[in-house]
């Protein structure tokens, strides 16, 4: 069983910038493909961002060129940095790993808020 806690959520003005943090639960990063989602209010959860084992990171047009996904897999984290963020960018952020045996696991989200 793995563990997932995010931080980093909160208030921002649109055109700002937010870097979430996901720390995982023992020394267990290292081996999980991990991504962040995120769920409005009324919609389905969406893929942000995803990086693998490997450090090989994925983006969704919505994503590309404002966010961006790293790892540290000796500080047992993940990251999502975000920049330029818009109003449609508020919801609450899921981090989720993955791993080769199909064992899946999300954190209990934290709740970004895009507004003037």
């Known amino acids: 069983q793995v563990q997932l806690v995010e931080s980093g959520g909160g208030l921002v003005q649109p055109g700002g910038s937010l870097r979430l943090s996901c720390a995982a639960s023992?020394?267990?990063?290292?081996?999980?493909?991990m991504g962040w989602y995120c769920q409005a209010p009324g919609k389905q959860r969406e893929l942000v961002a995803t990086?693998?084992?490997?450090?090989?990171?994925n983006y969704p047009d919505s994503a590309k060129g404002r966010f961006t996904i790293s790892r540290d897999n000796a500080k047992n984290t993940v990251y999502l940095q975000m920049n330029n963020l818009k109003p449609e960018d508020t919801a609450i952020y899921y981090c989720?790993?993955?791993?080769?045996?199909?064992?899946?696991?999300w954190g209990q989200g934290t709740q970004v808020t895009v507004s003037s």
């Open positions: 989720h790993a993955k791993n080769i045996y199909g064992n899946e696991y």
């Open positions: 023992r020394n267990s990063v290292r081996f999980y493909d």
């Open positions: 990086i693998t084992r490997d450090g090989s990171a």
